[in-house]
């Protein structure tokens, strides 16, 4: 890290820089895809991603309710800060780009829901100077939620026509061994040390109530790698180990998404399922693995703050928050994986939150989101004109 962001964060620990007079807007990248309000939705950016220089954008929406439904092809639109141009890099046969992730300097996009046949599902690799290829061998695949890279294998997190599964190459995404892991879908990877976790949503009190007896003896909501056995469920773990601490939750189905490994610490959201597909975040959690046991704490942040999007750089992480009350995007610091000591960085008025967000050289970037309540009873209004404006913020303006 360089000495100016060491003085910066110095500097920070004492107060939070209000950034609203410095803040930038450099563009709508998806307006002329998704150009009136009734497609508004599809124009949130779930990831943004540096990659070769540039900053990856991921749009759309998948969700079979509520506006702009089942959008796509999508777009792979990239932002180069060197030139200040947006530029379409490839087109994703899905219908949303829902998570970017970068691993020993290649790229990958899960195939979130494909808009060809599902007969298989889609994942794209992005190697250096190359085009984005596409690789369409995951049978019966309908949705890829997440990837993941331990014991030198590919993981992706499926729902597949069947159920849930997690499907696991050994050769970069030439083949695929597809492990079933019974009822509804595989929704994220959580990393934890050395060991590695699929997640399944956590149903709402109702809905386990709904279920029946043999249901309920055999559901689960984690199943832990074996290198031997494959995914091994774990019925014991539940929503209270995982979101401890927690009392604002609704009874509604919950997720873990965006984990972070840092160090032997791994840091997540938690968050409801809402509208289909998407989230509504309520809190962020680490996690440490002490022998077979797992240390579970909330991150001690108001509970004012969602939390939208987690950033690791070098030996620091960040936390993306939005304060409705008070209309403030605030971003959250810590070094290393001291995760019960945040300290709030700078923050800037904003009248929706900030969805996802970057950091490239000193300079952040942000993009508006916007959300509804309501899938079965919603008004386009709702949902924020600002949805996909990307917002760029220099931090040498703190010490200016």
Do not use: C
């Not at 899960?110 to 599902?118: C, I, V």
């Not at 689960?220 to 939750?249: I, Q, R």
Request: hydrophobic share 35%; proline share 3%; glycine share 4%.
């Amino acid at each position: 890290m360089n000495k100016l962001l060491l003085l910066l964060f110095a500097v920070t620990l004492l107060f939070s820089y209000d950034a609203t007079t410095k803040i930038k807007l450099i563009g709508d990248p998806y307006k002329l895809v998704y150009e009136t309000k009734k497609d508004f939705y599809a124009k949130n950016i779930w990831d943004m991603a540096v990659f070769e220089n540039k900053i990856y954008l991921g749009a759309g929406n998948s969700s079979n309710e509520g506006p702009t439904q089942n959008a796509g092809p999508m777009p792979l639109i990239s932002y180069n800060p060197t030139t200040n141009e947006f530029k379409t890099e490839a087109i994703i046969q899905d219908e949303q780009i829902d998570v970017i992730k970068i691993f020993e300097n290649k790229m990958y996009i899960p195939g979130h829901d494909a808009r060809e046949n599902w007969d298989f599902a889609n994942f794209y690799i992005k190697t250096p100077n190359q085009s984005v290829k596409k690789y369409r061998n995951i049978k019966d695949g309908l949705h890829v939620y997440d990837v993941a890279f331990h014991d030198n294998k590919i993981f992706l997190a499926l729902g597949v026509k069947n159920g849930a599964a997690v499907a696991i190459s050994s050769d970069n995404a030439q083949n695929w061994e597809i492990q079933k892991l019974d009822h509804y879908r595989i929704n994220s990877f959580l990393e934890v040390g050395k060991r590695l976790f699929a997640t399944k949503h956590f149903p709402s009190s109702s809905a386990f109530k709904e279920m029946s007896q043999s249901r309920k003896n055999f559901f689960f909501s984690v199943a832990e790698y074996d290198n031997e056995k494959g995914f091994v469920p774990n019925y014991k773990l539940d929503s209270k180990d995982f979101f401890p601490k927690t009392t604002n939750l609704k009874d509604e189905s919950i997720k873990i998404i965006r984990s972070v490994k840092m160090n032997d610490k791994t840091i997540y959201i938690g968050a409801y399922a809402h509208n289909d597909h998407q989230f509504e975040p309520f809190g962020a959690y680490s996690i440490s693995s002490a022998g077979k046991n797992l240390d579970i704490k909330k991150v001690p942040l108001s509970n004012h703050y969602k939390i939208w999007d987690i950033l690791k750089k070098d030996n620091s992480l960040y936390l993306l928050a939005y304060d409705e009350t008070n209309k403030e995007v605030k971003v959250f610091f810590t070094k290393n994986d001291d995760f019960d000591s945040f300290k709030e960085y700078f923050s800037f008025k904003s009248e929706t939150f900030a969805r996802s967000f970057e950091l490239f050289e000193d300079k952040f970037y942000f993009s508006l989101g916007g959300e509804f309540k309501d899938t079965k009873n919603f008004s386009y209004d709702e949902i924020s004109k600002d949805t996909g404006k990307i917002l760029q913020f220099d931090t040498k303006n703190i010490t200016n």
